[in-house]
């Protein structure tokens, strides 16, 4: 996946350039692109889960009858994980926020960290919606459940992202 920071710094035109220059304004501006990004990232990977969800609505109802119940428990896996990615804390810290990440070292891990994140959601979706077995596809969604609650942990500053 292409860095969507970098996609966001080359889409700005010439006035916003000039205004970067302001004393004070290139940190807010920065701020607000690392925002963009996060939102971004988040946004496609949400994306990317709904459309694995229509692809398993469609599975449960052509599966057996024995196999209901496995599915619609794999279905409301996938929309819990769609949920909480959506609704995650975002990559940045806003003022009366008590963890405050200003290190653009660690917003940087963090993005990182979202980017793969999203990828592996991206080929868990493949894998759904090309017929992988469906104890792999719970095991994955398990494991970027597992993930995303890392990503809630370093944000809250109980890991190093």
Same mark, same amino acid.
């Given at each position: 996946?292409?860095?969507? #920071? &970098? =996609?966001? /710094? @080359? %889409?700005?035109?010439?006035?916003?350039?000039?205004? @970067?220059?302001?004393?004070?304004?290139?940190?807010?501006?920065? +701020?607000?692109? =690392? +925002? /963009?990004?996060?939102?971004?990232? #988040?946004?496609?990977?949400?994306?990317?889960? &709904?459309?694995?969800? $229509?692809?398993?609505?469609?599975?449960?109802?052509?599966?057996?009858?024995? %196999?209901?119940?496995?599915? @619609?428990?794999?279905?409301?896996?996938? /929309?819990?994980?769609?949920? /909480?990615?959506?609704? $995650?804390?975002?990559?940045?810290?806003?003022?009366?926020?008590?963890?405050?990440?200003?290190?653009?070292?660690?917003?940087?891990?963090?993005? &990182? +960290?979202?980017?793969?994140?999203?990828? #592996?959601?991206?080929?868990?979706?493949?894998?759904?919606?090309?017929?992988?077995?469906?104890? &792999?596809?719970?095991?994955?969604? =398990? @494991?970027?459940?597992?993930? *995303? =609650?890392? +990503?809630?942990?370093?944000? *809250?500053? *109980? %890991?190093?992202?």
């Amino acid at each position: 996946m292409t860095d969507v #920071r &970098e =996609r966001i /710094e @080359q %889409q700005r035109n010439a006035l916003e350039r000039l205004v @970067q220059r302001i004393p004070g304004f290139r940190g807010y501006r920065e +701020r607000e692109g =690392r +925002r /963009e990004a996060d939102r971004v990232v #988040r946004d496609w990977g949400v994306q990317r889960l &709904e459309t694995l969800i $229509s692809h398993l609505h469609d599975a449960t109802k052509q599966a057996p009858l024995e %196999q209901m119940d496995t599915w @619609q428990e794999l279905v409301n896996q996938v /929309e819990k994980l769609r949920n /909480e990615l959506r609704h $995650s804390d975002r990559g940045h810290a806003g003022f009366f926020d008590e963890v405050k990440w200003d290190d653009p070292a660690l917003l940087h891990a963090l993005h &990182e +960290r979202d980017a793969a994140l999203v990828e #592996r959601i991206d080929a868990t979706v493949d894998a759904g919606t090309g017929g992988a077995p469906l104890d &792999e596809l719970r095991a994955e969604i =398990r @494991q970027i459940s597992e993930a *995303l =609650r890392g +990503r809630e942990h370093a944000i *809250l500053g *109980l %890991q190093e992202a």
